[in-house]
């Protein structure tokens, strides 16, 4: 009986997602290396924040890089087992938040989001958004999905690498 609720109760948390944002799919680890060697040389100045941070596989590799890493995540499940998984790194947080009501940290200075299609002209707003609110630019990776409209600075396999320049108010 327990378990019975325990996997209903999971199923619910994974499956309500999809009305805020792409459901849990981790990004393979070799491609994520890849991203961070050769796409966008991810070093000790940054700060990354990956929207949507699942178990945390991106922050633990992006730490590894000596990169401060944030995530935000919807499913307390997930956010559990990253916090576990990361229980000895500094570098990693996790934020139990929804990312489209959620501002990035001032000090960021680039997301990583693997999301889904219907999503991508929102997260276009949201990263215009913050770029205009932060003042300065913002480097965006975006995994399998190209922001229509924009021209990536550099494409590498499924991930395209933007930036988001701030706007000036008219
Ligand atoms: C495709 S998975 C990517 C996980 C991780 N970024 C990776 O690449 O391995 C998308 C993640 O975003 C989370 N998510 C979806 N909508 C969200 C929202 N509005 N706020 C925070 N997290 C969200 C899901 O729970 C899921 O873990």
């Known amino acids: 009986m327990i378990w019975g609720w325990i996997v209903g109760v999971a199923i619910l948390l994974f499956g309500l997602i999809v009305f805020r944002g792409a459901p849990y ?3 393979q680890k070799r491609y994520v290396r890849q991203a961070f060697d050769e796409l966008y040389p991810l070093g000790i100045r940054d700060v990354l924040v990956d929207v949507g941070s699942g178990d945390g596989i991106v922050l633990r590799l992006a730490a590894e890089r000596g990169a401060q890493a944030i995530g935000y995540e919807l499913n307390p499940l997930l956010v559990i087992i990253s916090r576990w998984l990361s229980r000895y790194d500094d ?3 996790v934020r139990l938040v929804d ?3 959620t501002p990035l940290p001032e000090t960021t200075t680039v997301v990583y989001a693997f999301t889904a299609t219907p999503y991508i002209k929102k ?20 995994y399998g999905n190209v922001l229509t409209g924009l021209e990536a600075d550099a494409t590498l396999g499924a ?8 706007l000036q108010a008219t």
Do not use: D, G, H
Request: proline fraction near 8%; charged fraction near 15%; glycine fraction near 0%.
């Open 159 to 166: 991930y395209y690498l933007y930036t988001f320049y701030p």
């Open 123 to 142: 997260m276009i707003n949201k990263m215009q958004n913050e770029a205009n609110r932060l003042q300065r630019p913002l480097r965006y990776i975006s």
């Open 99 to 101: 990312f489209w009501l």
């Open 25 to 27: 799919v981790p990004s």
């Open 91 to 93: 570098c990693i947080s």
